[in-house]
């Protein structure tokens, strides 16, 4: 069982920055594949950024360039900087864990922190 949880969530004007932590238990937290979600009101959730152990990263279109994903295996933490923050960016923001078994996939979340974009 992994447990996330995280913080950093705010609110933020236009153009501003935050940064979102997201703290997870696990002996093993270099191995796991690590992301972040976003749901707006109203709206899907939407896969904004994922980091393997491998540190192979993806972002999603409307993020890059902005947004940067960081681990620090030693804390067991993974970040989220977001820079040049707009009105748009405003959900709730969720850390995921996925641990990759031979034959199993584990699929983990963190309760989500929100984040408002507004002047």
């Known amino acids: 069982q992994v447990q996330l949880v995280e913080s950093g969530g705010g609110l933020v004007q236009p153009g501003g920055s935050l940064r979102l932590s997201c703290a997870a238990s696990?002996?093993?937290?270099?191995?796991?594949?690590m992301g972040w979600y976003r749901q707006a009101p109203g709206k899907q959730r939407e896969l904004v950024t994922t980091l393997t152990g491998g540190g192979s990263v993806n972002y999603m279109d409307s993020v890059k360039g902005r947004f940067t994903i960081s681990r620090d295996n030693a804390k067991n933490t993974v970040y989220l900087q977001m820079n040049s923050l707009k009105p748009e960016d405003t959900a709730t923001y969720y850390c995921t864990a996925v641990i990759m078994r031979p034959g199993i996939r584990q699929d983990y979340w963190g309760p989500g922190t929100q984040v408002t974009v507004s002047s």
């Open positions: 696990g002996r093993s937290f270099s191995s796991y594949t």
